[in-house]
């Protein structure tokens, strides 16, 4: 390949993060390799991608016109490295897969009985984590497969493909909390009640969220603790009716239940073997066994 596909993914993680420090986080790299890698893009090419009149980086009219067929390069370079693991055929010694709470257990116990069969000898880890963090071990290497719920961006590096399946999220409280005894429940009511979120929710729902928020970095736990009466919580609605004690009352709040689209991920950079793209394609529903 004529540009590196470093230059290339830190181009378009460039313009996802919209900034060079953002992109460099995002791909864990350093500003000054991020913005070199971007300028010798552009050198290779000839032309500008970005104006630098601003403070960020604001693409120019070549750097859009370029953007689309950078993303076909990458997204050809990954279905190439994808075909060339599988006619291989070699199958790596150890497989990991990270996954999130809200991914129902008679479905996953399901994929698992599948994988043994398949692949008796191969060290598998299966490990939880939420959004964000899924991400963050793909990039280490330390998983080679996550599932979660769909995020509104992802870094260049990371691969996805939509599931078929979807998590029902449902709002729940102590079933002897006032608020859980009201026909109706509004968003300024449940403002007055403490809210019980994920770790990597933080941020996000710190708008929506009353007063002294508690985290909990998984779903069973956050689960335990509205169970406690600690306050409100979005939680799975499988998990509740698998592993709550009917302590727990579905709050009738506009808007909810919510269906969560459900993505598997995978890193360009330290991709998954052949077992690793069975279980992908076990996951997405499109392979024979």
């Known amino acids: 390949m004529r540009y590196s596909p470093e230059s290339l993914q830190a181009f378009v993680q460039t313009v996802e993060s919209g900034s060079f420090s953002a992109a460099a986080r995002a791909l864990h790299k350093s500003q000054s390799t991020i913005s070199a890698a971007v300028a010798n893009l552009e050198t290779d ?3 500008r991608l ?5 403070r960020s980086p604001v693409l120019t ?3 859009r016109r370029a953007l689309a067929q950078v993303r076909d390069i990458l997204a050809a370079s990954a279905q190439l490295d994808e075909l060339a693991v599988r006619l291989a ?3 790596e010694p150890r497989l990991s897969l990270a996954v999130s709470d ?4 008679d479905y996953h116990e399901s994929l698992l009985k599948r994988f043994a069969t398949r692949f008796p000898d191969i060290e598998f880890e299966c490990m939880i984590a939420e959004d964000a963090d899924v991400i963050d071990l793909l990039q ?3 998983a080679h497969i996550g599932v979660i ?6 870094p260049a590096d990371i691969v996805t493909s939509r599931l078929q399946v979807e998590a029902q999220m449902a709002i729940y409280l102590h079933h002897q909390h006032p608020l859980a005894q009201q026909q109706r429940v509004s968003q300024t009511a449940l403002k007055s009640v403490r809210q019980l979120c994920l770790n990597t929710w933080i941020e996000n729902e710190r708008q929506q969220s009353g007063t002294g928020i508690w985290s909990a970095p998984s779903y069973l736990l956050l689960l335990e603790m509205a169970e406690q009466g600690f306050g409100w919580s979005i939680l799975p ?3 509740v009716q698998q592993f709550g004690h009917q302590l727990l009352r579905e709050l009738p709040v506009s808007g909810w239940p919510q269906r969560i689209s459900v993505d598997a991920v995978w890193s360009r950079s330290t991709p998954p073997g052949p077992a690793g793209y069975w279980m992908i394609d076990q996951l997405q529903g499109q392979a024979p066994d």
């Open 45 to 47: 090419l000839g032309f």
């Open 50 to 54: 970005f104006s630098r009149d601003s």
């Open 61 to 63: 009219e070549n750097g």
């Open 89 to 91: 055929g070699e199958v």
């Open 102 to 105: 809200f991914w129902q257990t």
């Open 140 to 142: 280490a290497g330390r």
């Open 149 to 154: 719920r769909v995020q509104p961006d992802y």
């Open 237 to 239: 609605r499988w998990l």
